[in-house]
């Protein structure tokens, strides 16, 4: 105990080897949460007799860096890789070649597996699929009884998680007659109840309302920035992305682009080449500078529109002056 | 052909305590050849209401007449109604089943008792229609993307020649281009003469190509107009769990900052032209 005080006021200044070990392992674990390594995956079909019929690389050569507590958006058409990354992060599936960590955990070791799973959440498209129970208390009790949560404790989390999303008081409801939204933060909140350090979404707003979609990406950053949960996001929606941390944009297995929502949104064209969008703001600037305005690219924000409109138009009116 | 529905109601359960009154008087006239988009929030009735349309639900009261028949008539030939208004159901790409692509679009017309000739005719055609490369058409649905497959299965319900094509959010979970690809088609088809409707959870879709939007909430028919008018209720809308397009709101923060444009703008291609318009 003193040694950790001592350690504390000193900055760092380690006094005793066990401790200056943990600091340093701590110290690694918040770089990155999840690694991957010249992440490779392929789909091996075989016919009735097992012969190798044909071989898809879903995932070829990609490397990333996630660091703990960030917000994280992964971008790219259908078919591009992007869940069966996701899949990586929860041990559903293992690399054909390369390394993934979570948590610094190698995924291929499956005596790791039902940790790592505790560590990265997943969620799904379709919360019809995921609901099992008849209460909404039930539903999220049960992630956290299934690994073996003494009792006392599983309520306390449910009632924690459930505030968190906003969903405490449907705890007594039946999952089933909720809206999509609501079924779909009733999931999130039973990964919340596990209590893991990361959420993986794939694609968790593609079957809601627009009210829906706002209810899961408010209680994502609410999430992210309350608990320090690092959040992985899934999706087609470029609005959904627009405040996430980092962005990566996959293509044919490979990572393609990857870097602030600014400077990704503004490569217009290339993300239209990789069959992706921009947001509706970031279109319509671009659509205004190709049309001659001297518009910045790369505007996420209607506030930064109007300010570059109007250093246009005060442009324009001094020159009308003269 | 036209469709008059004339103040429908429908009642799930009815007597039990789970009795939830799903359509409140709801009465609309659908013409033939019209773009029409339906939307509501989650459990607004929409889905119950087109499950009307083709008679998969019976109305607890109110008439439905197609092409000035009552289809509640005794008699009234229910089967056929069916292959008129033909329905795509969420993610439709569930449905597929047949080995070959072009032997699950041949389903809907073999179960109508067309000849085998006739079944096959009609599955070039809707394979066509749908813009899916004949290199395809005896390779195996499930090896196909998302937004290909999705096109298959509306192929399915076409080959059945169906007069109006009721689509229940027929892009959800696809990539922008698969969108694109999907809406290709459906203005394609309304080049035909079909009536669409089409279910939509995205405003901006929506905006885009409907020539007509109803919005339903609770059981109620709320709106009913061009999307313009009905986007000017953006207030309400979003009272009721749906929104106007982003552009629209964008066109309004313009407005509030002072530049004078039109905040009915509801595409991206219309905002652009009222700010130039102004600059």
């Known amino acids: 105990m003193i040694n950790h005080i001592k350690c504390d006021k000193l900055k760092g200044i380690v006094v005793n080897e066990e401790i200056s070990y943990t600091l340093i392992r701590n110290e690694e674990n918040n770089l990155n949460i999840v690694k991957a390594e010249n992440l490779t995956f392929e789909y091996i079909r075989r016919d009735e007799e097992g012969n190798v019929e044909s071989i898809n690389k879903a995932i070829d050569n990609v490397n990333i860096d996630i660091k703990e507590g960030d917000f994280v958006a992964v971008l790219g058409h259908n078919g591009s890789g992007k869940s069966t990354f996701a899949k990586h992060l929860n041990a559903l599936v293992s690399p054909t070649e390369g390394s993934v960590w979570v948590d610094r955990m190698n995924t291929l070791e499956h005596e790791n597996t039902l940790r790592i799973r505790q560590t990265a959440g997943m969620v799904f498209q379709n919360p019809d699929n995921q609901i099992i129970c008849t209460l909404v208390d039930e539903e999220v009790g049960f992630g956290p009884e299934n690994i073996g949560v003494p009792e006392d404790e599983i309520w306390e989390r449910v009632e924690k998680s459930l505030k968190a999303v906003g969903m405490y008081d449907f705890r007594l409801a039946n999952p089933t007659k909720l809206s999509g939204g609501q079924k779909q933060r009733v999931a999130i909140a039973g990964i919340v109840a596990m209590k893991p350090k990361c959420i993986v979404l794939d694609e968790?707003?593609?079957?809601?309302?627009p009210n829906g979609r706002k209810e899961v990406i408010e209680v994502l950053h609410e999430l992210n920035k309350k608990e320090n949960v690092t959040i992985i996001l899934i999706t087609h929606y470029m609005e959904e992305v627009i405040d996430a941390?980092?962005?990566?944009?996959?293509?044919?297995?490979?990572?393609?682009?990857?870097g602030k929502p600014r400077d990704i949104f503004s490569q217009v064209e290339k993300l239209k080449e990789l069959r992706l969008d921009v947001p509706q703001v970031t279109e319509l600037a671009?659509?205004?500078?190709?049309?001659?305005?001297?518009?910045?690219?790369?505007?996420l924000t209607t506030k930064e529109?109007?300010?570059?409109?109007?250093?246009?138009?005060?442009?324009k009116n001094v020159n009308n002056s003269r | 052909m036209s469709i008059i529905v004339d103040k429908i109601n429908y009642i799930y359960e009815a007597g039990t305590s789970f009795e939830r009154h799903a359509l409140k008087d709801v009465s609309c006239v659908i013409e033939k050849g019209e773009f029409i988009g339906l939307i509501g929030h989650t459990g607004s009735g929409k889905s119950t209401f087109i499950q009307h349309l083709n008679g998969l639900n019976k109305a607890t009261s109110g008439h439905i007449y197609y092409d000035g028949q009552d289809i509640y008539e005794k008699g009234y030939n229910m089967k056929e109604l069916r292959s008129k208004v033909g329905l795509v159901f969420q993610y439709p790409e569930h449905q597929l089943f047949e080995s070959t692509i072009f032997k699950d679009v041949c389903f809907g017309p073999k179960n109508q008792g067309l000849s085998k000739q006739e079944c096959e005719l009609r599955a070039f055609e809707s394979l066509k229609l749908v813009g899916l490369d004949e290199k395809f058409y005896y390779n195996s649905p499930f090896d196909l993307s998302g937004g290909q497959k999705r096109r298959v299965a509306i192929a399915g319900v076409l080959a059945m020649k169906p007069e109006v094509l009721i689509l229940d959010e027929p892009t959800a979970g696809l990539d922008p281009k698969g969108r694109d690809e999907i809406f290709s088609v459906l203005e394609n088809l309304r080049k035909t003469g079909i009536t669409i409707i089409l279910v939509s959870h995205s405003m901006e879709d929506v905006a885009t190509h409907v020539d007509r939007i109803m919005v339903m909430n609770d059981g109620i028919l709320k709106y009913d107009d061009t999307p313009k008018n009905v986007f000017r209720h953006h207030k309400e809308l979003e009272e009721i769990g749906l929104a106007a397009p982003k552009v629209t709101y964008i066109m309004n923060d313009l407005k509030n900052a002072g530049f004078d444009v039109d905040t009915d703008a509801i595409t991206i291609e219309e905002a652009k032209k009222s700010i130039l318009e102004i600059l």
Do not use: C
Request: no cysteine; glycine share 8%.
């Open chain 1, 286 to 299: 671009h659509e205004l500078r190709k049309e001659g305005l001297d518009i910045k690219e790369g505007i």
């Open chain 1, 245 to 258: 941390d980092e962005v990566y944009v996959m293509n044919e297995g490979k990572l393609v682009m990857q």
């Open chain 1, 305 to 315: 529109l109007i300010t570059e409109l109007e250093r246009i138009r005060g442009l």
């Open chain 1, 204 to 209: 968790p707003t593609a079957m809601l309302d």
